[in-house]
């Protein structure tokens, strides 16, 4: 089992910048890929992007793409997500996953093996 522990939500302005990173323990880190995933208010959780276990492959819905980037430290067991020009609609919890695999795939279709708690980014107009 992995566990999981997100940090660097918070409260920014429209336009502005956050990272979000997630601490893994359990098992070897580059043996999983890692995704980001968010939930809105009476949204369903969606997923926001993905990472390889190698850290070479990434995969990327399509709202935030060319502002949101995702990279994983195997050194560190540690996966981030930069998000960079920052809207409202982005306002959500914002949930770190550990997959199944080593490829992005089964997160890429919902299969998560583990759940961070989940961290509140607010974006205000």
């Known amino acids: 089992q992995v566990q999981l522990a997100e940090s660097g939500g918070g409260l920014v302005q429209a336009g502005g910048s956050l990272r979000l990173s997630c601490a893994a323990s359990?098992?070897?880190?580059?043996?999983?890929?890692m995704g980001w995933f968010r939930q809105a208010p009476g949204k369903e959780r969606e997923i926001v992007a993905a990472v390889s276990g190698s850290g070479r492959t990434t995969y990327y819905a399509d709202f935030p793409k060319g502002r949101f980037t995702i990279s994983r430290d195997n050194a560190k067991n540690t996966v981030y997500l930069q998000m960079n020009s920052l809207k409202p609609e982005d306002t959500a919890i914002y949930y770190c996953a550990a997959g199944t695999t080593t490829t992005t795939y089964n997160l890429r279709v919902g299969v998560v093996g583990s759940w961070g708690q989940g961290t509140q980014v607010t974006v205000s107009s």
């Open positions: 359990g098992r070897t880190f580059s043996d999983y890929a």
